[in-house]
């Protein structure tokens, strides 16, 4: 590579940090704000849910609530701008929606698994496509559930293994498909390797694979477009791209796989004003960005005839490593391109700023 290209290249900046007294699970952008969330576990057992407030090159702690569980996971996505109402996962099995300005009782609560809640997703909020406000939650009871949190306690939908099939730990869920009223998936990572997308329209699995390792995270480009692309990442260091424009009647969809570090990749983030830009977060403490390339040509046809997908090519932009331990949770400003924050168990949020990402 000439040195000329390598100016141009983003930088990952760490922007602020902070240290924390408590193990952290997820740490979330308040949409519309200058504010972010730290999810987590105390020693002592309880739940902790802190609101810090990126004030020039440092982060001030506004609110600190307490609750009785340790906070697994979080999400925004579900509610209006107005509101901004976060939905937790707990690890008693607990999904409850929270009004940050009056934390103290939950606007909405319902036990919704018998175990951990691991991973949990928002659709239909936020100003963002289209159809019903609804969450997500996957758990290590085996099941998935979708939540509409206009209907008490039960669930819209209940994906869970059929007769004599063993019950796999669910680690990651996302929303995809809702770019009008009536359509919607959920694709779901199994700790098997196991990756299912349910289709919620027809109520059905509309497609499975498997990526021979436990899927850590996935995550659709955009929730509210038809299906372009879906990234998972797994326990081995390795993430797989798959172009969801196109199923095959066999082999499904077409995919690109990059193997990013030796170690676990614990999340993928997209972009939120560049789909074809995303982030991985890996358990060596480091970051990755990654661009997506097309195809010349996105589909071909088989032997048979059947349209079948193309998959395109990946390349590193970036890496840097910020930790000694794993970065867990990892978000985007859904405002302000470039800025992110993650949380890693060294105990430590950090608020980042990539930048030239206007140039890629």
């Known amino acids: ?5 390598a100016l141009e290249r983003p930088q990952v900046v760490s922007h602020a940090q902070q240290a924390l007294s408590y193990t952290l699970f997820d740490c979330k952008w308040v949409p519309r704000s200058a504010r972010l969330l730290c999810l987590g576990s105390a020693a002592r057992g309880c739940g902790i849910a802190q609101l810090y ?6 982060l001030e702690l ?17 509610t209006s701008l107005q509101q901004r109402y976060l939905a937790t996962g707990d690890f008693d099995g607990n999904l409850n929606i929270w009004n940050l300005e009056a934390p103290e009782i939950p606007v909405y609560s319902v036990k919704g698994h018998k175990e951990i809640i691991n991973s949990i997703d928002g659709v239909g909020g936020l100003g963002i496509g289209e159809g019903a406000p609804e969450i997500v939650t996957g758990s290590r009871d085996g099941t998935v559930k979708v939540w509409d949190p206009r209907q008490k306690d039960t669930p ?24 009008n009223q009536e359509e919607r998936v959920v694709c779901a990572g199994y700790d098997n390797g196991d990756i299912k997308l349910f289709d919620l329209k027809t109520m059905s699995l509309r497609w499975e694979t498997n990526i021979k ?17 879906l990234v998972a990442t797994s326990l081995e260091g390795k993430f797989h791209v798959f172009d969801m424009r196109t199923q095959h009647p066999t082999k499904g969809f077409a995919s690109v796989s990059e193997k990013a570090q030796k170690s676990t990749i614990w999340q993928v983030r997209h972009l ?5 830009i995303f982030m991985t977060s890996g358990g060596s403490g480091s970051l990755h960005l990654w661009k997506y390339e ?18 395109g090519t990946v390349s590193l932009l970036q890496n840097v490593t910020l930790s000694t331990q794993p970065i867990s949770s990892l978000d985007w400003s859904p ?26």
């Open 1 to 5: 590579m000439s040195a000329a290209p």
């Open 53 to 58: 407030e990126l004030r020039g090159a440092r």
């Open 62 to 78: 506004l609110r600190e609530i307490e609750k009785p569980k340790p906070i697994k996971c979080g999400t925004f996505g579900a």
């Open 156 to 179: 819209v939908a209940n994906m869970e293994p059929v007769q004599g099939e063993s019950k796999r730990d669910c680690w990651t869920v996302a929303f995809g498909n809702a770019y």
């Open 213 to 229: 390792n436990g899927v850590c995270s996935v995550e659709f480009d955009r929730k509210d477009i038809n299906m372009n692309k």
């Open 272 to 276: 939120p004003q560049n789909r074809d």
């Open 294 to 311: 097309y195809p010349a040509q996105r589909s071909k046809k088989d032997s048979e005839g059947a349209e079948m997908g193309v998959a």
């Open 335 to 360: 405002d302000k391109k470039g800025l992110c924050v993650c949380g890693a168990f060294d105990q430590t949020v950090r608020v980042l700023i990539v930048t030239k990402l206007n140039k890629i």
